[in-house]
Structures are given as C-alpha cells and as structure tokens.
C-alpha cells in the first residue's frame, strides 16, 4: 500500500509512503517496485523499490481444524513457537467479532497454555457438549507484548456431523411463475445419506399441504436415498412454505424435518395475449 504527496510546490520536496504488509509476503528477502507518473515532462515515468527481510514470528505446528460426529469428543492443538530471539508474551485471548456471529464462541472451548516462557505456547480447543451439528469458522486472537506484532490470528474451524444428513436442508423453489387462474407443478431434488452405517430405511414421508407430493427411491443400499418434491402451488400471489416429515428406521432420526419454501408470482400476461386476440 502506498500514500504520497499529490501536489509538490515549486522548489520542494514531497513523499512518498510505502506499507509492506508481511503476512502477504513469503518470510526471507523480497523486492518489490513501484512507478510514479508525473507532469515533469523529463521524468513522465519514475520507477522506485523498496526491498527487505520478512521474519516469521510464530512457527505452528498445525491447524486447527476440527471434525467428527455429533456423540464425538472433538479435539485439537497447536503450538505456537517464537523463531525471533527475543522473548514474546502472550497475554491473553478472545474470539473475532465473526466468531461471535456464528456462535463459535458458545460451541468450542479454548485453553491457552505456556509451554517455555516467551517461546513456546500450545493453544487446545475442543467441541463443547451442547454444540448442534454444524460448521462452525471464527479466529482466536492472541494479545502479544511485541509492538511489531501486537495480535496473532489462529483460524479455527469446527465440523459436526450428524449421523442421517439430508442434503440440503431446505428445498427452496425460489421464483414459481403460475399462470393464473391455472396450476402448475415445480420439482426438486435431496438427498438422505447415512454418514456411518449401512441399515438406514426410509419409511416414509409426510408433506404437511396437499399440494406437495414426495417420492423417495434408494440409491444405495442403507446409505443413499434420493427424494423429488413436486410443489403444485395454488395461483396466488405470495410466500409459500411447507414442511416434509421423513419417517426413517434409525435411532435418534426416526422423524426428519424437511422444509419447503419459495414464492408465488402470477403470470398475467397470457391472459392478457388471450384478451387481446378476442
């Protein structure tokens, strides 16, 4: 990044400010260049560079990247390692403000230990027992006493796994365009997939409206079933929303919940073509 001087008076000088942001760089030396234009018309086009060593602070062992099933005890570490010679000192740690937004911070514990004073720190995290099953993204901010760098960022990434997934979740049919006055069918496709097993039997499915029908066929023996839902919604104008119960054979998912949603928009306009040609 670079700010500068716009405007030079006559007979002096002015600046040119250069950023290098070294977590974008690869450690060791770099070069980069830069050109000036100009309304000199001796020097239109000057070309500058700044050159120098990026260091790496902290050395990780690895990531913190999380996964498992839901019954699961979830767990990571990492550690961190000082590569300056002089000593640094965490000081403490927070979630991001996106951490929060995803409720990162209420479904994964987070200890921070001193493992060689100013050197070496293991950071462990681990799924909380509560945390529904989902993805879950967010950052650990540690708090240093080294002005260069004052806060170091640790990615954290948390996966839950149910034991039955539907994919996706919600059906949406978005924009459904119903000649008025008539009716018109949409389809869509899911997914039922047994993350571990092969016993799992789909028994059947409960739309809560009249005008959603659902067929389910296996694809994999006890693994994989694909269902269709065909929507023929009613030539009004407005939000639709259904629901779908899936009845299956296996523990703790004997009823799955399937919603169905979209909106209505009526298409007037071969009514009116019809009008026109009378």
Known sequence: ????????????????????????????????????????????????????????????????FMSGFHDESIKGAMVLENKLDTPIHITGWQWDDRAKESRIDKSVGVKLEEIEKGKKYRV???????????????????????????????????????????????????????????????????????ARGDTLQVLGAEPDREDITVKIQEIQAGKVYKGTVRVRPPSKLGNYEGTIKIKTNYAGYEEITLFVSGRVRLDVSQQNKNVGSR
């Open 124 to 194: 462990t995290a681990w799924k909380k027992p509560d945390a529904a099953p989902e993805m879950y993204r967010g950052e650990i901010v540690l708090s240093t006493d080294f002005p260069s760098l004052p806060e170091k960022k640790i990615p954290v990434r948390l996966t839950i796994s149910r034991d039955v997934e539907v994919h996706p979740h919600r059906v949406y049919l978005g924009e459904m365009v119903v000649p008025e006055g008539t009716s018109k069918s949409f389809d869509r496709q899911f997914r039922i997939i047994a």
């Open 1 to 64: 990044m670079a700010d500068y001087d716009k405007v030079i008076p006559s007979g002096q000088g002015g600046e040119i400010r250069v950023k290098i942001h070294g977590s974008k760089i690869h450690t060791g030396r770099f070069s980069k260049s830069w050109t000036v234009i100009t309304n000199d018309p001796d020097n239109k086009r000057l070309t500058f560079k700044v050159a120098g060593v990026v260091k790496q602070v902290f050395a990780a062992s690895g990531q913190l």
